[in-house]
Each structure stands twice: as structure tokens, then as C-alpha cells.
């Protein structure tokens, strides 16, 4: 995380992002900006278009139209030195995903490997790193979440909370210039959701770049640097978090936030 | 009739042989096949239809026949082709080719059954092709289909005693020598059938181990 510190700038903009599925519409003309260090939280009701646009933005859904800068390179083009541009191959954009840090709704942990292995798995075998600097790198993860004693078990042995806290170890253990958290904390039960939201509050002190599509407004408001609302696909309002849980610039989400009140 | 069990037991230089024979025969048929179905699976899920579904109607044929009849045509019809096999070649190849069809399916039937966040998961973590396929998926599918595949690998041993209409010296080859010389057709082949019993039950054996296996690191 160290090593992209001190750089301003934006870490992610998105500009003019649409996507469809069929005839569908789920993203129209989307566009955003995240600053090193930032925390954007994306709200929105459920089916808005927030998860797809993660999905987009890592290219794990190829955009219909718009563009991604990661640090002002653009995801899925590859820029030849002499300038020419052509559309990156599967691997370069593989290779390009892993500086994206994924944490999903359901986890999805490697249930074959356990936790160490689940942490070293992508920086040794993708990014290529050695085995001795990964696991060290892993264990310091696994302290910060608390959950060292648990190295050796399997998932299938772990709680919800536990799980999903792991699933952030392992996308930090890629050192990810931005981590994208899809709705984090749906599918577990209410007592396992503070233990999560605490790693992720940490994160935010600690100066990490993240875009967070939750539906817990208290998070929201606590530790994002901006709010963003989605509606049918479109951004309705980005306020800072007073502004916009307090005084919302547009009657849709003053109707959204009536409902969490 | 202890008489005739020590005619068998006399000659145990015989059956042991046939025994090891079969043993090897079902060892390296086992893994060359569970090797070209890895290969055979990733055909049966290709993205390109055309590879997809020629290749799933020859594995349907394939699991269609009985095995005695793709031996026989592999032995009998392909020299009215001009293509002349040992039987060693000719009862190895019939083997392979035929559990392939069965192993392909089950890996095939295994991938299909693995939640395609897990896929996703390895491609949001940066694997592609075929690292994504060794390193993500494949172990997942073994893990899941490992009692299937053992099941498939006692029904290998068993076909493998057909190999003896084409003259291969496997077991059943061996114990129906013995009984033909010496005339001790129940005693012989009740060691036979003990012997088969044995391999089978350490395949068993190591079934049930990999289903504790899939308790654990299987996914939910």
C-alpha cells in the first residue's frame, strides 16, 4: 500500500460507462472519480445498476461504451511505446485485474486452499512473486484481521464474518491500487456485520483508495469521502457524506433516505 | 476340496502374475485416460460449438457401447482396415479410450455443478486460460468428482477382464488356465474373484477417504 502513497491524482475515473444486457439498460453514461486515498461509497436500491459497474470497471463485464483509467491507464486497451492502441489480449487484462482488489458479496474464497493459501495463491502464481516474501506478507494480513490462529482451516470451517474478513486479506495481499467491495456485508448475519465493516473502517484510516456499493448507510456516512447514488443506471447525486445524508440535493434520494430514517 | 485349493495355491506364480498384470493394465489405463479427460473436458465446455458438440457425440457414443464391442471392434475390424495392433496395444488403447469417454463426462458434469462465482473469483484475482483452469477450477472439480471418479475406476477394473477374449494374461486370463489344466474350476476361480475383490475394495477404500475430503474443502 506503501508504494503508491504521496502520488495525488485520480486512482480510478470512470467516464461516460453504459452497459446492457439484452435490451436491458443497467449502466447509462456513469461517471466518477476516485482520489489516492479516497473512499467512494455507491448507493443505490437494489438492481440499480451499482454491482455491474464494479463488475465493469475491473472488466469482469466488458463496458458497452465509456472508459476506465486506473492511474490514467485505460483498462482493457493496451498502448504500444510508439502510441497505437488495440484492445488488450485476455491475459494482459487478467494481468491488469490483479491491481484491482475484489471483495465479494458471497466471498468466494477458494474452499480447496486454506486461508494462507487463498492469500498467496494470486501474488505467487500471477504476479509472480516469491513464495517466502508472500507468506510473510500474508501472516502481517492475517494479524491485521485477527485471524492468524486460523492459517491452517479450510473456509468451509470459518464463520460469515470470518470468511469475508479473510476475502479482504486476500485482495489486499495483491497490494490492489483500489479495492472494490461488492456489497460486503448482504449476505451475513447482522451479528457478523460490525466485525466486517470494522476492517474495512481501518482501511479507510489507513489512507486505503476503495469503492464501496453497500447498503449500510451508517458505514456510508461514517467513513466514506463521497457518496455516490445510482438510480436505473444513472448517477442521480455525489455529495460528501454530511451533504448528503443531511441536506440531498435531489428529491430521489431524499425519498431513499426516508426509508432508512 | 482342500486338495484343489492346494493345486490353485501351487500354482500362485500364475495367478500372481495375472494378478499384476491386471493391476498395471488398470493403473496406467487409469491415469493416461484420467489425463487426456482433463484435456477432453475443457473440449466439452468450449466456447466454439462446433468443437463442443462433436466432441460430446463421440463421448456419447462412446458411453453408449458396451466395452466388450469397442474391443472387439478395435481387434477384429481395424486390421479389415489395414491397421494392425498387438493385442497388448489393441486391449490398452480400448481401455483408455473408453474410460476417457467416462472420466471426460464426469469432469465435464463436476465443472457444471461449480458455482461460477468461483470462476469469476479466479478471474477478478487474475487468472485466465488455462491457469485458471489448473489452478481454480480443476482441483475444485477433482475434489468434487473424486468418489464418482473412483466409482468409474472399479467399473475399469472389472471391463479389464474382457481383456482376456483377445489374450491378454490379466487375472480372469490366467485363473481360467489354471482351471482348464488342472480342472478346478470352483476353487480357482473363487481366488480369482477374492483377488478382484481386494483391489477393489482399496479403491473403495480410498473413495471413501476422498469424500471426507470433499467435506471440507469442497465447495458448499
Redesign the interface.
Known amino acids: 500500500m506503501s508504494d503508491h502513497q504521496g502520488q495525488g491524482g485520480p486512482v480510478v475515473e470512470v467516464r461516460g460507462l453504459s452497459k446492457s444486457f439484452g435490451p436491458l439498460r443497467v449502466l447509462h453514461g456513469v461517471s466518477l472519480t476516485v482520489s489516492a486515498g479516497r473512499t467512494l461509497c455507491v448507493l443505490g436500491p437494489s438492481g440499480s445498476g451499482k454491482s455491474t459497474l464494479l463488475r465493469c470497471i475491473n472488466f469482469l463485464e466488458r463496458p458497452d461504451a465509456g472508459v476506465v483509467l486506473l492511474r490514467g491507464e485505460q483498462v482493457g486497451v493496451h498502448r504500444t511505446p510508439s502510441g497505437r492502441e488495440r484492445a488488450m489480449t485476455d491475459r494482459e487484462l487478467a494481468r491488469m485485474r490483479t491491481r484491482f482488489g475484489m471483495v465479494f458479496q458471497q466471498f468466494n474464497l477458494w474452499p480447496h486452499l486454506t486461508v494462507l493459501e487463498n492469500l498467496i495463491e494470486s501474488p505467487i502464481h500471477v504476479q509472480g512473486r516469491s513464495r517466502g516474501e508472500a507468506v510473510t506478507e500474508a501472516e502481517a494480513l492475517l494479524d491485521k484481521i485477527g485471524l492468524r490462529d486460523k492459517r491452517e482451516a479450510y473456509p468451509s470451517r470459518l464463520s460469515g464474518g470470518q470468511k469475508q474478513r479473510v476475502a479482504i486479506a486476500r485482495a489486499l495481499a495483491m497490494r490492489p491500487e483500489v479495492l472494490l467491495f461488492d456489497e460486503p456485508t448482504s449476505s451475513l448475519d447482522p451479528e457478523l456485520v460490525g466485525e466486517v465493516l470494522a476492517v474495512m473502517r481501518d482501511l479507510t484510516r489507513e489512507g486505503q483508495t476503495m469503492i464501496v456499493v453497500t447498503h449500510e448507510m451508517g458505514f456510508a456516512r461514517e467513513a466514506a469521502d463521497e457518496v455516490m447514488f445510482i438510480d436505473e443506471g444513472v448517477v442521480v447525486e455525489t455529495a460528501a457524506p454530511e451533504r448528503f445524508f443531511s441536506n440531498p440535493a435531489t428529491a430521489r434520494v431524499r425519498q431513499f433516505l426516508q426509508r432508512f430514517a | 476340496m482342500i486338495a484343489n485349493f492346494g493345486i490353485v495355491l501351487g500354482e500362485w506364480r500364475s495367478l500372481a502374475t495375472g494378478f499384476l498384470n491386471t493391476v498395471w493394465i488398470c493403473a496406467l489405463s487409469g491415469a493416461l485416460s484420467l489425463l487426456l479427460a482433463v484435456f477432453v473436458s475443457m473440449l466439452l465446455v468450449s466456447r466454439r460449438h462446433g468443437v463442443r458438440r462433436s466432441t460430446q457425440g463421440v463421448v456419447d457414443v462412446l458411453r453408449a457401447i458396451p466395452f466388450l464391442m469397442l474391443l472387439f471392434i478395435v481387434y477384429y475390424c481395424l486390421p479389415t482396415l489395414h491397421v494392425r495392433l498387438s493385442s497388448w496395444t489393441c486391449g490398452l488403447s480400448a481401455l483408455i479410450v473408453y474410460n476417457t469417454a467416462y472420466f471426460a463426462e464426469i469432469l465435464r458434469g463436476a465443472w457444471s455443478h461449480l458455482p461460477h462465482?468461483?470462476e469469476?473469483?479466479?478471474?477478478?484475482?487474475?487468472?485466465?486460460?488455462l491457469?485458471l483452469y489448473r489452478?481454480?477450477i480443476l482441483?475444485?472439480i477433482f475434489?468434487a468428482a473424486g468418489p464418482v471418479l473412483g466409482n468409474q475406476m472399479i467399473t475399469l477394473v472389472k471391463n479389464s477382464a474382457f481383456l482376456m477374449v483377445i489374450t491378454i494374461p490379466d487375472l480372469t486370463f490366467m485363473a481360467n488356465q489354471v482351471q482348464a489344466i488342472y480342472f478346478v474350476p470352483f476353487e480357482t476361480i473363487l481366488v480369482a474373484v477374492a483377488l478382484y475383490w481386494i483391489l477393489c475394495s482399496t479403491i473403495e477404500w480410498t473413495v471413501r477417504r476422498m469424500d471426507r475430503v470433499a467435506?471440507?474443502?469442497?465447495?458448499?
Not at chain 2, 469469476?120 to 486460460?129: K, N, S
Not at chain 2, 467435506?215 to 458448499?220: D, F, Q, S, W
Open positions: 462465482e468461483q469469476e473469483a479466479g478471474r477478478a484475482y487474475g487468472y485466465t486460460g491457469r489452478r481454480i482441483p475444485q475434489i467435506l471440507v474443502r469442497g465447495h458448499e
